[in-house]
């Protein structure tokens, strides 16, 4: 065996965390080496750039691209948790890239993909999540063959699988409960109107408060940008207006009006109630433990994976949106109005 064999060896080891007698059986084909052994050896080959051995390729297999947004809210590694192992089930090697404001760009990030050969992407909350995106990025991903799907976000003509939450019905989900506790100035603390889930929260929000309050409902919206400090900012705000239960964009979003409202010297949910949005990691054991609307990440994961396989393998389902309905998760956040 050559020093280059053996360096190759102990790089490929060491990446799999396996020893290379474990590497040598499995780029030899031998047995001994179980099927989740096997594919970390594999996907040590596809990141550190070594060829396949040829009777080790799968029909297909490859590099799939998976672009999220930064990932402070639990939501976006959960999801890419999930697209990551379905892939690797399949024998596919996943490339995550999250974009952090002021750093690589989706654009670049496809760009580099391109590079590498994806066999395909999956987008989560991307540039196609903004009502006034541009399609012309996936136009071009189509026209050059290049297989992708979209998730939480809708842009009308472009050519590929949608996968989404249904915001709409949330909200109303959301309001029909704070209702039977017997609020009626609901507010709603959500993320720039410019992304098509806020548009469709506050869609459902107004439909939903319509026979509810018969003030203007503009005064209970507030838009914040995401995150803990957005929604407590957001919801000072609105506990300034006298609003009694708040439904909130994301989980995070509903930790950061929980503090607000203890700022105020009130307290959740004896003074005012708050549900969030995504049941994260961790929101049955906050204090209080968070009522939520619960995103059906793993089912929408493996939906979206589902069709990006089939966008590859030349099988395409109908590019339409296919959409998931969130679950209402009662804790102890809300409770019936004094």
Known sequence: MGTQTRARLADIAAQAQVSQATVSRVLNDRPGASASTRQAVLTALDVLGYERPGHLHRTGAGLVGLILPELD????????????????????????????????????????????????????????????????????????????????????????????????????????????????????????RRYTPTRRKVAGYQAAMAGLYDGDLEELIEIAPFGVEGGHGAALRLLE?????????????????????????????????????????????????????????????????????DEIGGYAAPHSEYMFRPELVVRGSTAALR
Not at 244 to 272: F, H, K, Y
């Open 73 to 192: 809210n639990p939501i976006f590694p959960a999801f890419a948790q999930i697209a990551e192992s379905t892939l690797a089930q399949q024998g596919y090697t996943s490339m995550l890239c999250t974009q952090t404001p002021g750093t690589v760009s989706e654009d670049e990030y496809v760009d580099m993909m391109r590079e590498r050969d994806v066999a395909g992407i999956v987008f989560m909350s991307g540039m196609h999540a903004a009502a006034d995106g541009d399609p012309a990025r996936y136009h071009r991903l189509t026209t050059d063959g290049v297989p992708f799907v979209l998730v939480n976000g809708f842009l009308p003509g472009v050519a590929a699988p949608f996968v989404s939450c249904d915001e709409h019905g949330a909200a109303e989900l959301a309001v029909a409960h704070l209702a039977s506790l017997g609020h009626r100035r609901i507010g709603l603390v959500c993320g720039p």
């Open 241 to 309: 207006r006298g609003v009694t239960a708040m439904l909130c964009g994301s989980d995070l979003m509903a930790l950061g009006a929980i503090r607000a409202v203890r700022a105020n010297g009130l307290s959740v949910p004896e003074d005012v109630s708050v549900v969030g949005f995504d049941d994260s990691l961790l929101m049955a054991y906050t204090d209080p433990p968070l009522t939520t609307l619960r995103q059906p990440v793993r089912a929408m994961a493996q939906a979206a994976v589902r069709a990006l396989l």
